[in-house]
């Protein structure tokens, strides 16, 4: 795991220098080396930091040129599969100069899975070698023959890929700060990717906080030949198309069969992710994805792995005890820290920087505590994540369809007239009405803020697709160009209805959306923006694409059954370990932030959302956001994931003036 970074575009005689502080403000991800590589005569220019997993020797030192000298590399992630390449590759022969064309014997210089990449494409070409490769990835390629430079990036979103023109400059790199180093870069805030992350908690690919400024995709790659402004963006792999594939012809075999065949997937996804030449272990909660992930571990290793666990006295967000009961079960090296809310609320003042760009999915604090804690012991961590998409786990997929099947069957007429009758009044009338009432109320229907449930069971009524149940389920502020004046929400997979995928199951359409957004701009974000802060590599096996490819082949009932998730993966899980010991309510990875923002965290958030200075600065409406920072503070309603959204950027803005 590394850090890229580039340009191509103007002729400027510091080329070499501007490209080596790109590096610089990424040197995190990658301590242990650096290089640049650069043609002033055309204006390109590479960059790399490395951090060393496989081929720990000079040889595996990146940008890196093919052996006909036609290509350059910088590539940041993992080629799980680059042995079994080489292998298919064999005394592969390239042009031993794209000039002459000669040709002849190709010897492998080292082991790294870089230089395999390089002889695939000079084999393959770029498309064939992206299919072929089993891993995550993001990749900047440039062809000295075609003059083309191309950036790639892996099927699921694990490794993230900038880009843009700046000027008269396009740049490149792994997170934005690479980018900001350059002395074309712009930065203009796009304030309708702000509405964006106000609704997600994150900005969704293709967007950035940066006008100008894009995210590639997952399971893209993006062609840009010199001389152009215009990349052709391609699509190499789609979960979409995946989706739809599988659904038409899903999985014909037993039960029996089904576990099998997965456990022998994830056997195979974990094996691979386990080759490295460097210490290595494994996050574990207790939790069904992380102990399966663990538990796969142990079965494939001679001795103990290492895993790691953080815990908080806080009743409600402790997981330490449930995953130190799994450890002790499979016999792993177990290291578990607990963290006093200090600790924890250290750690804050570093997100702004940590995260890149505003990002308020505040799981990132533990996420940020565990990846420190792994790196004191190991190189690389492999993580559970994914289990909730891939096969149903989420309480949103349960929530949403007992919705719809109350309501839907009401003409969608009649449920919009109700709802507008249920909107005439602010909450707060509704309130004041309900208060009189109260005692001549059932039991069951004294709410402390009935107004707010009115609007709620509004928003509920309204919608006209299952699909906007779910928009709504996962949300935060439902209507964000209200709480950010003149600006307009870009479509997104959630709102583009052109965009979703075609299947029966209201449920899958959910997992479906959940892998194209909240997969990547949450999840994945998150962990490698943790985790590279402190040159740790990170690795998800349950997002092999074999293993998603095989999850969308399952029909539902082996997902979701009894009101549970996951059926299958526990079935796996419960072959290595008792059920008793992960049958438990869902946890999220969280902190107390609630209660913080009550507390502690009280003066910093009041300064942060002053009146003045949101109006004074220009991007907000102030008066929603003191409202529910009012609501929040008498412990009316807990607004803690609307304010943590404002809290962030604004506290991104502060860091980046």
Request: hydrophobic letters at 40%.
């Amino acid at each position: 795991m590394c850090g890229i970074a580039g340009l191509y575009g103007r002729l400027r005689p510091e080329l070499v220098s501007i490209v080596e502080r790109m590096v610089a403000s990424i040197r995190y991800r990658g301590p242990d080396d650096s290089g640049v590589w650069c043609d002033e005569r055309i204006g390109i220019g590479l960059g790399h930091a490395r951090l060393s997993i496989l081929d720990l020797s000079p040889e595996g030192h990146q940008p890196m040129v093919s052996v006909s000298g036609r290509y350059v590399i910088v590539f940041n992630g993992e080629i799980y599969n680059h042995l079994e390449l080489r292998r298919e590759l064999g005394d592969f022969s390239p042009p031993l100069s794209f000039n002459q064309g000669e040709r002849g014997a190709r010897h492998w210089r080292g082991h790294s899975d870089t230089e395999t990449l390089l002889a695939s494409i000079e084999v393959w070409g770029i498309e064939a070698t992206l299919k072929k490769s089993v891993g995550m990835f993001a990749i900047a390629l440039w062809d000295r023959e075609e003059r083309m430079l191309t950036l790639a990036r892996d099927r699921m979103g694990e490794k993230p890929l900038y880009y843009g023109w700046q000027g008269d400059t396009f740049l490149f790199g792994s997170e934005l700060k690479a980018l900001k180093a350059h002395p074309a870069f712009q930065g203009e805030i796009d304030r309708d990717s702000l509405a964006l992350m106000l609704r997600h908690n994150y900005i969704p690919a293709p967007y950035s906080i940066y006008k100008g400024i894009r995210k590639l995709p997952p399971g893209m790659y993006l062609n840009l030949m010199m001389g152009k402004r215009e990349g052709e963006l391609v699509q190499y792999w789609s979960v979409r198309e995946v989706a739809e594939r599988e659904g038409a012809q899903p999985f014909a075999g037993s039960e029996t069969e089904a576990i099998k065949t997965l456990e022998t997937h994830l056997l195979e996804s974990i094996g691979l992710q386990m080759i490295a030449d460097v210490p290595l272990g494994a996050f574990l909660s207790g939790g069904v994805d992380s102990s399966t992930v663990v538990a796969l571990m142990q079965a494939q290793s001679s001795r103990p792995v290492k895993t790691f666990t953080i815990g908080f006295h806080e009743e409600g967000y402790d997981e330490a005890q449930h995953a130190k009961s799994v450890a002790r079960h499979l016999g792993t090296e177990h290291t578990e820290l607990y963290v006093m809310p200090k600790e924890a609320m250290n750690v804050i003042p570093r997100l702004p920087a940590l995260y890149d760009e505003p990002f308020s999915d505040s799981s990132q604090i533990p996420t940020f505590l565990v990846s420190e804690l792994a790196r004191q012991h190991v190189a690389v961590s492999l993580s559970g994540d994914g289990g909730d998409e891939l096969f149903g786990g989420y309480n949103r997929y349960f929530w949403a369809t007992n919705i719809w099947r109350r309501v839907g069957w009401v003409p969608q007429p009649l449920r919009a007239a109700l709802a507008g009758l249920l909107t005439t009044l602010r909450p707060s009338a509704w309130n004041v009405m309900f208060k009189g009432l109260i005692h001549f109320l059932p039991t069951g229907w004294r709410y402390a803020n009935p107004g707010d449930k009115l609007h709620k069971l509004a928003e509920v009524l309204a919608v006209r697709t299952p699909e906007e149940i779910y928009l709504d389920l996962v949300s935060h502020w439902k209507q964000p160009t209200e709480v950010v004046p003149g600006t307009h929400e870009p479509p997104t997979v959630l709102t583009d209805p052109a965009q979703w995928v075609d299947l029966p199951d209201f449920e899958h359409r959910m997992m479906y959306l959940d892998q194209m957004t909240y997969l990547p701009g949450d999840i994945l974000t998150k962990v490698d923006r943790a985790a590279m802060s402190v040159s740790l590599e990170t690795r998800v096996p349950l997002l092999d694409h074999r293993v998603v490819e095989f999850a969308w082949s399952l029909p539902l009932s082996m997902k979701i059954r009894n009101g549970q998730g996951k059926w299958l993966l526990r079935q796996v899980l419960y072959r290595h370990v008792p059920k008793e010991l992960i049958e438990r309510p869902k946890m999220g990875f969280g902190v107390p932030i609630d209660m913080w923002l009550r507390g502690p965290l009280k003066g910093w958030a009041e300064e942060l959302l002053n009146e003045a200075r949101l109006q004074r600065e220009g991007f907000f409406d102030p008066r929603p956001i003191r409202e529910k920072w009012m609501e929040h503070l008498t412990g009316r309603r807990n607004w803690s994931y609307y304010l943590w959204d404002v809290l962030m950027f604004q506290a991104w803005l502060e860091a980046n003036p």
